[in-house]
């Protein structure tokens, strides 16, 4: 059996890669989470306490990162300041997370020669064309456009540079956006769901034209242990399901599942830099592991998303007037 390390396990990505790795393997999980406000111990409820253990701690806290190494086999990490709008708002704490973390972790994996996989985002290759016949691959450019990317840009380098230089044995994937149960409602798809059942309009940025290549959380979560156990070390891996929408459509289909008109949203004030289009092109991990999503009807996965949020307002509710209370005074 092996030990698991998961950072920013009660997180969105990470809670969900938690129940995954239970249900599926035979490994006991480590969760190292600070529980910002993004993170929440509910998120993991229900799973066996012999297979599970919860550490409150900080991924920058170099001692207590050094003690989890030293009992470890592998480590997959999620833990970040994960959204774009924040780090428009207040840019510090992801240059302490995402680069002084990532960094606080690396040289633990260094002085343990533990494998480490790094969780990381499409965004660190900036944004496509509408009608751009180009996908990202592992090759495309870096080209970060946001506070939240730039730290998450410099997290995948330093990576790189810790296996080249030190011979860490680490892997890094590049997802694009994920939806699913336990995501925080400052989150596109989760804050108009949330904002139909309160009966608050959908708030869409710009004409909501920009482009997003969605992928189902548990489909994240298998690929990276596909990563985990077949992946070559020093390689990067894109993940993705070939689900490019545009928002608005988005939004509409959301409102049409919850037996709202379609156009019942309101525009509202842009994103600064919006990045227009993200799109994967997953062929490597697809072709040289074997990897296939699961979840290919992006409705189906809506539906049930949906009905996840329905069933657990007592997990999102406590989070949702301070959200709204945040767009407000941005005027979004
Ligand atoms: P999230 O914001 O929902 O969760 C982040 C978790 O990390 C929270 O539980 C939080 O408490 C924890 N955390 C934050 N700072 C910490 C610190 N200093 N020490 C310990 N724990 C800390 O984020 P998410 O959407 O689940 O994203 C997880 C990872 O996946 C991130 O690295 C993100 O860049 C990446 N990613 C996200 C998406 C997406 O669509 N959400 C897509 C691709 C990649
Ligand atoms: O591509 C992967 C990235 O996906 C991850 O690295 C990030 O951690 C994750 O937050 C996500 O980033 P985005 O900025 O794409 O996700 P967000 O949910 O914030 O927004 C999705 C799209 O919806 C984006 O084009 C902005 C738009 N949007 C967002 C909100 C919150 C709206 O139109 N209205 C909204 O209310």
């Known amino acids: 059996m092996t030990r698991l390390l998961v950072t920013g396990g ?3 990505i990470g809670s ?4 995954h790795v239970i249900e599926n393997t035979e490994h006991h999980v480590t969760v190292l989470d600070a529980l910002t406000y993004a993170g929440n111990r509910r998120s993991l409820e229900g799973l066996p306490e012999d297979r ?6 900080d991924i920058t806290d170099a001692g207590l990162v050094d003690g989890l190494f030293a009992d470890t086999d592998a480590v997959v990490h999620y ?4 959204h774009n709008d924040n780090s428009l708002n207040d840019p510090r704490p992801f240059l302490d997370t995402n680069i002084i973390g990532t960094y606080t972790l690396l040289e633990a994996a260094r002085r343990h020669d533990v494998r480490l996989h790094h969780i990381s985002t499409d965004e660190v290759y900036g944004d496509l064309e509408l009608d751009d016949p180009e996908r990202f691959t592992e090759s495309t450019p870096y080209n970060p456009s946001s506070p939240y990317s730039s730290t998450k840009a410099g997290s995948d380098l330093l990576v790189r540079a810790w296996v080249r230089s030190f011979g860490v044995q680490a892997t890094i994937s590049n997802c694009s956006n994920n939806y699913g149960p336990y995501q925080h409602v400052e989150k596109f798809i989760p804050r108009q769901i949330t904002n139909v059942i309160r009966g608050i309009r959908p708030k869409l940025y710009g004409a909501g034209h920009n482009v997003r290549d969605w992928i189902h959380a548990d489909d994240h979560s298998s690929a990276v242990l596909t990563i985990l ?3 070559a070390i020093g390689e990067t891996y894109l993940i993705g399901a070939d689900g490019e929408k545009d928002n608005k459509s988005v939004v509409e ?3 049409t599942e919850m037996g709202q008109p379609a156009d019942a949203y309101d525009h509202v004030t842009d994103r600064a830099g919006h990045d227009l289009r993200y799109a994967i092109d997953s062929s490597k991990l697809r072709d040289e592991l074997g990897w296939a999503p699961q979840f290919s009807d992006f409705e189906a996965g809506l539906a049930s998303t949906i009905q996840w949020y329905r069933d657990n307002e007592a997990w999102w509710a406590p989070s949702k007037d301070a959200v709204e209370a945040f767009y407000a005074g941005k005027g979004q």
């Open 79 to 82: 833990a970040a300041e994960s």
């Open 253 to 255: 289909l959301i409102l």
């Open 229 to 231: 156990e077949k992946g």
């Open 52 to 57: 599970l253990t919860f550490v409150h701690g």
């Open 16 to 19: 969900n890669f938690v129940h």
């Open 10 to 12: 009660a997180g969105f």
